[in-house]
């Protein structure tokens, strides 16, 4: 029987800290994704690690005989992982991306760094790990967007571009012809959602918290841009999405509208605060920032601030 290492770090973190939400905040993960993994651990092996009370868990005989042993696996990992890339040229950087980034931001940086040698591959990687890799490890860089759980703590985010939000409509929707739409027209349309394991991200994509406290329609959860087209087109929801995203995926059967009501989006670069290497911030430094939005009443409101949050 093959565990996945993910699933034996969710186990240590819920173990070490005895407490799914403080675990699952420790892991950039939702709570309710990090309980159901751990349930499906357990299945996997075929006994309980955890005993559910009513406002404690503890663990069980099996788990706490198993905890020793994920603890030297899942330390020897990381290690392992360090090991192989030292073991490459001295700026070798991973970079994740939860869609296509565009809008010329990273291309000229990616070209200046490889013309000197260092060797960046990008990944993309689905919205089942809101971080884009930095999480597990397997991303040294990210470009995500905002919210991410852990930005301000164990992240730090850079801001690249602020963008509206548009929603993504199947050709023939009602609202397909108007230059505008508002939110609260769309309350009660279905919409294409993230999985629960993005947490905070897929609310905001959801415009939770515009609604009122009105609960989404979800008609499905996608992980991935063209899952969330392929249902967009064939007519089973519809799905917020970035102005400029809305460019870089073109359609026939898609049509993108400007939405009014909503707060902007941010996309940023996301690198773990605690990483000191002189690769990361050089990478870092050298996207320009955001320009600052326009302040309250000088057209368009205030959008947010533009520093780094660390």
Not at 146 to 157: F, S, W
Not at 214 to 234: D, I, K, T, Y
Request: hydrophobic share 45%.
């Amino acid at each position: 029987m093959d565990a996945h290492v993910r699933d034996l770090r969710y186990f240590a973190a819920v173990a070490e800290e005895l407490s799914f939400t403080r675990a699952a905040e420790r892991l950039y993960v939702s709570q309710p994704a990090l309980s159901k993994q751990i349930r499906a651990l357990e299945r996997q092996l075929g006994f309980p690690l955890f005993e559910r009370r009513a406002r404690t868990i503890a663990l069980t005989p099996q788990g706490a005989a198993l905890l020793p042993a994920v603890r030297e696996l899942t330390a020897g990992w990381a290690e392992a992982v360090r090991a192989a890339r030292t073991a490459g040229p001295a700026e070798s950087l991973a970079v994740g991306m939860q869609t296509a980034v565009g809008r010329d931001l990273q291309r000229e940086v990616l070209g200046r760094f490889r013309e000197r040698g260092w060797r960046i591959s990008l990944r993309l990687v689905n919205w089942e790990d809101p971080t884009a890799g930095l999480a597990g490890g397997g991303a040294d860089a990210a470009f995500c967007w905002l919210p991410v759980p852990g930005v301000g703590t164990e992240l730090t985010a850079k801001v690249l571009a602020r963008e509206e939000r548009w929603v993504a409509l199947p050709l023939g929707h009602r609202f397909a012809g108007r230059t505008a739409v508002d939110f609260a027209e769309l309350l009660d349309e279905p919409f294409v959602a993230l999985p629960r394991s993005a947490g905070v991200l897929r609310d905001f994509w959801l415009g939770t918290a515009e609604r009122g406290g009105r609960e989404p329609v979800v008609a499905l959860e996608a992980s991935a841009p063209e899952e969330v087209f392929e249902a967009v087109g064939a007519g089973l929801g519809v799905v917020l999405l970035a102005e400029g995203n809305a460019r870089l995926y073109p359609r026939p059967d898609v049509v993108s509208v400007p939405v009014r009501g909503l707060a902007p989006c941010e996309l940023a670069l996301l690198w773990r605060t605690a990483d000191g290497r002189r690769e990361v911030a050089e990478f870092a430094a050298a996207f320009r920032e955001a320009p600052p939005p326009p302040p309250a009443g000088g057209g368009g409101g205030a959008r947010g601030s533009t520093r780094e949050h660390t």
